[in-house]
């Protein structure tokens, strides 16, 4: 695989295509615009990507403070802590102030890609995408250990995105093995909520699952799949590297001192 370019100017250009991806196949309830920073936030589901605030121009430095404030005021109102989320979009102007302001940085994330010419699907099952929203989330939260509280959450999510999206789950009769969310935007396919249940770890379900996955992406027209994992999860990161996905970028979160 060829290595992905380095020129500020080409990778600036990938961030934004897979950023703009991400917003639309994990849609936010609420979504706000203060200049270029993208203000998500969602009553219903905790999670940091759906309550953040995404800034998209390394340029866009202007009144910084007074800005802050206005989001913060946004995120009392949802009972949400005040939570940025720095990609290389973010630039080095805003890093600044917040480390100045004694933010804290906590949760980094890799972006990986695959293109799809090169991923070996040829032994990989044809699986039909479940079509029942409450049934795969109920696999859901069980191969990820997630509590039931957040069903209405991920229901209002899963439901509000609009690109096709896949819904796998492999399942030993009623037992859900693995699961993960496919979602087919032009010609990408971009893999969210991949988790495979605790005692079935380490069988090579996650791994026929997501090539299942990609498998029906390509037949539909995608060309490179692409997904987010954190970087201390040294399992998963095995995994995708193994499948052949190469780091795009990093992104992590901060947070304003005693939040």
């Keep these: 695989m060829a290595p992905v370019s380095r020129h500020p100017g080409s990778v600036l250009a990938m961030v934004r295509r897979y950023e703009a991806a991400g917003f639309r196949a994990w849609p936010a309830a609420a979504v706000h615009y203060d200049g270029t920073w993208l203000v998500r936030l969602t009553a219903g589901h905790p999670a940091k990507r759906l309550n953040s605030v995404n800034p998209l121009d390394p340029g866009d430095t202007d009144h910084v403070a007074e800005r802050i404030v206005r989001a913060s005021r946004r995120f009392d ?22 480390d100045e302001a004694g933010w804290n940085r906590f949760d980094e994330s890799l972006v990986m890609r695959l293109p799809l010419a090169e991923a070996e699907l040829g032994e990989a099952m044809d699986q039909i995408p479940l079509k029942d929203i ?4 109920g696999a859901l939260l069980k191969t990820s250990g997630s509590d039931a509280s957040l069903r209405p959450g991920l229901s209002e999510v899963i439901g509000a995105i609009q690109p096709e999206a896949g819904l796998f789950a492999l399942e030993d009769g009623s037992e859900p093995l693995a699961t993960l969310i496919c979602v087919h935007d032009g010609d990408l396919a971009g893999l969210f909520e991949v988790a495979t249940e605790k005692s079935a770890r380490k069988k090579g379900h996650g791994r026929n ?4 996955a990609l498998k029906w992406a390509r037949l539909r027209g995608a060309r490179e799949a692409w997904l987010q994992v954190e970087a201390g999860n040294v399992p998963a990161l095995a995994l995708y590297r193994s499948l052949g996905f190469e780091e795009v970028y990093r992104y992590h979160y901060r947070r304003p001192p005693g939040a």
């Design 134 to 137: 409450s049934r795969f989330i």
């Design 209 to 212: 699952l997501i090539l299942s």
């Design 77 to 98: 109102a949802y009972g949400r802590p005040l939570t940025f989320r720095m990609s290389p979009l973010s630039g080095q102007m805003l890093s600044k102030h917040l």
